[in-house]
């Protein structure tokens, strides 16, 4: 079970830092990521970590705003967010994939967790 928190209402330019614990599995095991969807839009691509922590992926758009990491011991993957943007307004959603990195097609999911960038 993936359970997502840290989202919120945040000014143009502010921070957040996501937070998705995983529970029932051994999370070394996993390669996870960070989604999102805006209103009316497909799900998109975040950011992705492998299992070592040492291979990250950004989607152009978060590039050198966003950082994801890991914490083994805590079971836990982060999504620190700075310079947000109203674009950036979306449901974000943690995922997790025991093979392949972390994709829309992986089989773990979190629930979600609404962040709203004002202008």
């Known amino acids: 079970q993936l359970q997502a928190s840290g989202g919120g209402l945040v000014q143009t330019g502010g921070s957040l830092r996501l937070s998705c614990v995983l529970s029932g599995r051994p999370f070394i095991m996993f390669n996870m990521g960070w989604f999102r969807q805006a209103p009316g839009k497909e799900r998109e691509f975040v950011a992705t970590i492998n299992k070592s922590g040492v291979r990250k992926n950004y989607t152009d758009s978060v590039k050198g705003r966003f950082t994801i990491s890991r914490d083994d011991a805590k079971n836990t993957v982060y999504l620190q967010m700075s310079s947000l943007k109203p674009e950036d307004t979306a449901v974000y959603y943690c995922?997790?994939?025991?093979?392949?990195?972390?994709?829309?097609?992986?089989?773990?999911w979190g629930q979600g967790t609404q962040v709203t960038v004002s202008s």
């Open positions: 995922a997790a994939d025991p093979v392949r990195y972390a994709s829309t097609s992986s089989s773990y």
